[in-house]
Nanobody
């Protein structure tokens, strides 16, 4: 019932920054109650939760990005952001947004983040 469109990825040098955006649309009820999360999947690796924000604003980050990434949202725009600073090679992955803490089985196309020198 909810669709996600990710954007903002690209090629960036180590130490650089990117800001990802996730536009959600669909069920007004679902949009009103869900938390939101950013997930990523690198080639040959499992998809993992990167950052999540609950409906009441509590945030959670995977240890590897703490202090470097910040998740935020604009409820009026149904948009979630991921500010990514001090990027490292190991951050290279396809980044997806979805519900949090329980993700839907329906995933968007994602946005590619490539950290390379």
């Amino acid at each position: 019932q909810v669709q996600f469109v990710e954007s903002g990825g690209g090629l960036v040098q180590p130490g650089g920054s990117l800001r990802l955006s996730c536009a959600a649309s669909g069920s007004i009820f679902t949009l009103s109650i869900m938390g939101s999360g950013w997930y990523r999947q690198a080639p040959g690796k499992q998809r993992e939760l990167v950052a999540g924000i609950t409906r009441d604003g509590r945030t959670n980050y995977v240890d590897s990005v703490k202090g470097r990434f910040t998740i935020s949202r604009d409820r009026a725009k149904n948009t979630v952001y991921l500010q990514m600073d001090s990027l490292k090679f190991e951050d290279t992955a396809v980044y997806y947004c979805n519900k949090y803490p329980t993700a839907s089985q329906s995933w968007g196309q994602g946005t590619q983040v490539t950290v390379s020198s």
